[in-house]
């Protein structure tokens, strides 16, 4: 039976109809804040329609990985908040948060948008750490590409600490920025039956077949990908989809 | 002497101050504290001569019996089957209530109800430890094929149903929509896709307006409805403890008629 | 000399600016925002809903479930790690303490009403800006109360009380400090939250509680103008 709602989805998309009255490739309304949270070097609220999330960026001095001696590190974790879903519990990270926050993490890593080496304090010793937390307020569907998109948020509007005699003062923030080169941006295509689609409400996302997060910057190189969902995927199928993410790729860059 | 703090028909929150004096009584939704009455809940105020009740604004669905419902398969048992009705509780229906059908003892019940399904169903009866059964042997209580579900705020279900059925006769004329509004806030639709997402916004605005004079003539210009809403003259809001027996629909008037007999 | 003048300008029984909204969590059977100075956080409300494992259900009522926590930036140093600490645990406890006078769920055996609270940005008085969210946000839900509940801290900065202490009168160097984080339910003017960090005489205490009082009224009136708000904007 609870295919009786997936043909019913279908048969609504044959006629580019989405349940709220969107066409298939059109994103719900977003909406940037920034700095909405003044303890926290940078940070943003996402909304795109419903679905809503808060990312935060804290900026603290570590030592690096031995393999990267002379590079920052970036972290990026992902709360599922109980508060933004009913189905979702309290307690550590599920498997869908980690994938999530690793997705995210991906984007920023391999795009090479910030300059680590910037990030360096003292080769070996000290660097500054990145640490990026989403949390979800509320699950509407398409938590991925409103993280994704509120990470890049977060480190716009991120401003170091100030830090003297080898000690942060978090009360006063400076001037300074992140240094960063490019912006990349997540974009999910999703599919059932045939039918390509981004940006799912909760219901149309309970029932995809397969979705591919497609991450690319500015000048449309490709710098993570994630298929996800049950069904796989032909070539076809991949170039359809990449060629929908690059084009509203663009679209959710320019909100921010 | 006691004095009227607030008006009729206004929006109160848990705590406010109502009246004073012991010239009020303290109907549903308010209780009294010394010589004063205080709201329990946030709702609409409704002054019925000396006494005060509350209307709730918000609030999940609380099983009742003879509510018709909409509840969803969760579980198939030796005897009958597991239901959620989006509440706290969950109802059971025993293969007797099911259906006049006769089913041998063993048979696969998955061929009536199989998990995962919408099924209408009509509450028989709720226990103080919120025990509910349920019964789908009656007109109109069936299970529910394709289509989509909505969920609304459950205190809105009246409107949303309006007297006599009125107001959802009227979104299923004008839209040419099947719909099944269950007293549980769950309403199924099915229709061209379209017409749906017409029927679903004219619910949604009755929804968010449903405390506003005048809805229904706002409802039916958003429609461009132009046959009769079938609604005598339009009344100010009220609410009866009963209210859920106003269950428009034909169909299940008949079906509660013959309960009450 | 003493603490002449706040650090922060405002009168000793100012409270900082608030901000306060319901139905914020589109999900959610009710929620709010509150906000008061930098100290913001968000409440959402499950509920009732199924309780499990069955070992927690009460079968004469329903039970009241809370959850405080920090959002990992939202602390005024170092990042918070994700997770319940012994803090958040202890401040969901009482929050819990100070919500369940008012809350009635006899009519819902066995089941809970979950209630989340999410700290975004944090300058002091978080758990009584949780609670004062909390209490709007149950009754957004619809949960039958017989009072909101109204919280604040009240504090005695060197020789002065006041009320409604940020970070920096907690932090004050100059003479001693207490934090009195208090929650009152205002129809009977009973404390349903009481803890204290700090040194005070019982005759200061008694003070900083009556100071307390008078601020009830006005976050009253604000929670119940955010709560009726959308109910009441002419169309």
Partial sequence: ?256 | MGKLIIQDKAVVVPGETLAEGMDYLPGAGTYRLGDKILAEKLGLINIDGRALKLIPLSGRYAPKRNDVIICKVIDVTFGGWRFETNSAYSAMLSVKDATSDYIARGADLTSYFDIGDYVVAKITNVTSQKLVDLTTKGVGLKRLRGGRMIKVNSQKVPRIIGKQGSMVTMIKKATNCNIVVGQNGLIWLSGEPKDEVTAVSAIRMIEANSHIKGLTDKIKDYLGFTGEVGEPEHKEYEHKENEHKEYGHKEYESSQNDDNN | MGYAKRTNNRGFDELRKIEAKTGVIKNADGSAYFKIGNTAAYAAVYGPRNLYPKFLQNPSTGILRCSYNMMPFSGTGERVRPGQSRRSREISLVTEKALLPVVDLKEFPNAVVDVFIELIETDAGSRCAGICAASMALADAGISMKDLVVAISVGKVDDKIAVDLDYDEEAYEGGPVSDIPIAIIPSTGEFSLLQMDGEISKEDLIKALSLCKKVVPKLYEIQKKALSEKYTKSD
């Fill in chain 1, 1 to 256: 039976m609870a295919d009786d709602l997936k043909s019913h989805l279908i048969s609504s998309f044959e006629k580019n109809v989405r349940f709220d009255n969107r066409g298939l490739l059109d994103f719900r309304n977003v909406v940037i804040e920034y700095s909405v949270s003044k303890n926290a070097e940078g940070s943003a609220r996402v909304k795109v329609g419903d679905t809503e999330v808060v990312v935060g960026v804290k900026l603290m001095i570590d030592k690096p990985f031995p393999d990267t001696p002379d590079e920052g590190v970036i972290m990026v974790n992902t709360e599922f908040l109980p508060m933004a879903n009913p189905d979702f519990e309290s307690g550590p990270p599920g498997i869908e948060a980690i994938e999530q926050a690793r997705v995210v993490d991906r984007g920023i890593r391999e795009s090479k948008m910030i300059d680590l080496k910037k990030l360096c304090i003292k080769k070996g010793e000290k660097v500054w750490i990145v640490s990026i937390d989403v949390c979800t307020l509320n699950d509407d569907g398409n938590l991925l590409d409103a993280s994704a998109l509120g990470a890049m948020a977060a480190l716009k509007s991120a401003r170091f600490p100030e830090y003297e005699n080898d000690e942060i003062n978090y009360k006063t923030h400076t001037a300074a920025k992140l240094p960063m080169k490019k912006q990349p941006v997540a974009v999910t295509v999703y599919k059932i039956g045939k039918h390509f689609f981004v940006d799912p409400s909760k219901e149309e996302e309970q029932n995809i077949d397969a979705r591919l997060t497609i991450t690319t910057t500015e000048d449309n190189t490709i710098c993570a990908l994630q298929k996800g969902g049950d069904c796989p995927l032909t070539l076809d199928d991949i170039t359809k989809m990449l060629d929908i993410a690059t084009k509203i790729s663009k679209e959710l860059r320019s909100k921010l």
